[in-house]
């Protein structure tokens, strides 16, 4: 009777050991859980970051490259006069009122009074008549009045949005964007041989 006693004795303290032990592993397994989840989070919280950075900067270039693209697009018809019969002289104007926006003046001759119709031998027509225009005050580089890209700021370098240089009675018309974001900014530029008369 005595052996059994203490043979259950024996057992009973051996539970008590094993079930202190299992609180220890319970305990380390809590902390590494713990230490591993903060890295995961900290990791996806640095991923989201990158990809917010990313989308962004893609942004800023979509909007720069497409406003390039549209003033590139317009600039290469510059004084465009198929027929011979439009006023040719100062197609291409370039206009610095110190404080006031920059503008650029546009003209050509390449429809009609109708859309889609060919050139008449003016440039009176709608459309013909283009005037660019940074606007510092709201940040927005417009098109006859009409936004084309926003938060456009003034370059870092200190240069004009639109730099025409002359050779002659043609020219050579750069054009440098800058947009900011509060994540960074970004700068593109871009040039347009401009081949009919400039002033």
Known sequence: MMTRVQGSSLRGRGRRAHDAFALVEL??????TGFFSSVLLQTTLCI????????????????????????????RVTGCNPIGGAVSEGTAILQDGGT???????????RGSKAGSPPDGDMEDPDEFIVYQWDDK???????HQPVAGRIVQNPWGGPVFRLLKDSSRGLLRMSVTT???EGSMSLSSAVCIRNPVQ
């Open 27 to 32: 305990l380390t397994v809590l902390v590494l």
């Open 48 to 75: 989201q970051r990158c990809l917010a950075h990313w989308e962004t900067s893609a942004r800023m270039r979509l909007t720069l490259s497409a406003a390039l693209f549209q003033m590139s697009r317009d600039f």
């Open 100 to 110: 006031a926006p920059e503008q650029v003046h546009i003209r050509m001759d390449k």
């Open 138 to 144: 709201h940040q927005v580089l417009r098109r006859n």
């Open 180 to 182: 900011r974001t509060p």
